[in-house]
């Protein structure tokens, strides 16, 4: 028989058609059973990784790490602040047709307390990157006047000094995020400033002629320069130290009588200030949660701190008997610098008291005035801080377990600067004296550490007058007067014993 070419089973080539029929019966008898195989154990392997699955979901699974908040400074803010102005620059009064000056002031021209209130909003536009635009306006207390008359020229002239009202100032904002909590920024802006003008009155003794001048008040338009650093004390609240200078510019109004004026003035600002922050101030970051601060206010502090000084005096004197003087306002500013000691003590859960003493050094930065008119001129040193010292006490409030808000109060001894002068060509010093008075102020205080804090705080002083400040040809010389003290104070808290 002939093997044709297909697929054919050897063993049923061997068996030839005698058995062909019984055998392929058998085959498909065995592929039934195969398959019934595959299909059983297939079910097998399905119920294998169902029990596996549901055994898997019983284990415990790892959560994933919560983000931990980051500084987002991406908002809107409002707050208040206080501190000190004070004036530089040049006054003139000419007469109408030119000549020599009839009264000139030159130098720093008043200096006293200042309050601002402000309004901006941040944008965050990298990590470490933040832009903004504010508007503020400002108060000042200044008023500074002085008076004199001579019996010797026959002459007396007293006056009211420009000096800085109120103003606003639109402006914008950049800073480097130095930590998350810690913004160092620069400002530029516009600004416009209300001045009180001159108001001078000059009179020759005895009947002659005499005039009176008030000029009105100016309003300037000027440049606004300055830097800061903010400090996030909570999540939604930060304070911040400012300086900023203010160009006023050149102005010249001319008297109803004739008389010419020409004034140039320069403000500058210093401020420490509180903001509200609209919004959260944290935002995801996949970064791992800073731990816990956990600061023990119970116990001993040393600390030391720099900021600026500000002496507004009252000064009365006689010279020789026959000229005699009166200033209120006319005094110094300087950089200056802090130590102090203390111990807090937890009362309650959100109340801390304290006692302290503490030593300021200023630098006095060369503050000069010179005035002249009518034949004579007098050139002198103003007064300012050279060190002082404060004890007293403090309560403080606990907006957080790491943040606290504070007040204060004491007793200060402040020596002042020797002032040295020049009265038409008679020059003289007056002697160094210790000033005594009362001191009141408050600040903020956060730990940055368990162990090391920041504050900032405003102090003013009263200072009694002291008579006995006559030297050389003087007859008589009286003066006392207010302090005004910014401090950004680092400090180191002792572990407990």
Request: zero cysteines; a negative charge; aromatic letters at 14%.
């Given at each position: 028989m002939?093997?044709?070419?297909r697929r054919i089973s050897p063993a049923v080539w061997l068996c030839g058609t005698t058995c062909s029929g019984r055998w392929g019966r058998h085959l498909v008898h065995s592929k039934r059973r195969a398959a019934h195989a595959v299909a059983i154990l297939g079910a097998a392997h399905v119920a294998a990784f169902a029990a596996t699955a549901a055994s898997a979901a019983d284990l415990p699974v790892k959560a994933r790490p919560l983000a931990a908040p980051m500084a987002?400074?991406?908002?809107?803010?409002?707050?208040?602040?206080?501190?000190?102005?004070?004036?530089?620059?040049?006054?003139?009064?000419?007469?109408?047709?030119?000549?020599?000056?009839?009264?000139?002031?030159?130098?720093l021209q008043g200096a006293d307390l200042g309050l601002s209130a402000f309004a901006?909003?941040?944008?965050?536009?990298?990590?470490?990157v933040v832009v903004g635009g504010f508007v503020d306006y400002d108060w000042s207390r200044q008023r500074t006047t002085v008076s004199a008359s001579s019996t010797f020229f026959g002459q007396s002239l007293s006056a009211a000094l420009p000096s800085l009202d109120q103003g606003w100032t639109i402006g914008g904002r950049a800073g480097f995020l130095a930590t998350p909590d810690i913004l160092l920024y620069g400002l530029a802006g516009y600004s416009e400033m209300r001045i009180n003008?001159?108001?001078l009155n000059y009179a020759v003794l005895g009947g002659g002629p005499s005039f009176t001048a008030q000029e009105p008040a100016l309003t300037s338009h000027g440049y606004t320069v300055g830097a800061g650093a903010e400090y996030r004390l909570a999540s939604n609240v930060s304070l911040r130290g400012e300086y900023r200078y203010v160009a006023l510019g050149q102005h010249t109004t001319v008297d109803p009588l004739g008389a010419v004026w020409t004034t140039d003035l320069s403000q500058h600002v210093v401020r420490i200030g509180a903001a509200y922050r609209f919004g959260q101030f944290g935002g995801p970051a996949p970064t791992s949660a800073a731990p816990a601060l956990k600061p023990v206010w119970t116990?001993?502090?040393?600390?030391?701190?720099?900021?600026?000084?500000?002496?507004?005096p009252h000064i009365a004197g006689s010279f020789a008997g026959v000229f005699d003087f009166n200033a209120s306002g006319l005094g110094g500013a300087d950089v200056g610098g802090t130590f102090t000691i203390g111990y807090d003590r937890q009362v309650a859960p959100k109340w801390v008291l304290g006692a302290f003493g503490l030593i300021d050094a200023g630098t006095n930065g060369g503050a000069k005035v010179k005035a002249s008119g009518g034949g004579f001129e007098v050139s002198s040193d103003l007064a300012a801080v050279k060190w002082g010292w404060t004890v007293g006490?403090?309560?403080g409030y606990l907006v957080s377990p790491e943040t606290m808000v504070y007040l204060l109060g004491g007793y200060s001894g402040t020596t002042a600067q020797s002032i040295s002068y020049n009265f038409i060509g008679l020059p003289g010093t007056?002697?160094?004296?210790?000033?005594?008075?009362?001191?009141?102020?408050?600040?903020?205080?956060?730990?940055?550490?368990?162990s090391i804090s920041a504050r900032a705080e405003y102090r003013l002083t009263h200072l009694g007058a002291r008579d006995d400040l006559a030297s050389d040809f003087m007859t008589s010389l009286s003066a006392g007067g207010t302090v005004h003290t910014l401090r950004g104070v680092l400090a180191y808290h002792l572990p407990a014993p």
């Open positions: 002939e093997l044709r070419r987002n400074w991406t908002q809107f803010y409002v707050g208040g602040g206080l501190g000190f102005d004070f004036m530089t620059g040049r006054s003139r009064l000419t007469p109408a047709g030119g000549g020599a000056d009839l009264f000139a002031l030159d130098g901006g909003f941040d944008i965050q536009v990298a990590p470490r003008n001159w108001n116990g001993v502090y040393v600390g030391a701190g720099i900021g600026g000084d500000v002496i507004t006490g403090r309560v007056a002697p160094t004296r210790e000033y005594h008075g009362a001191t009141f102020g408050g600040g903020f205080e956060r730990f940055l550490t368990d």
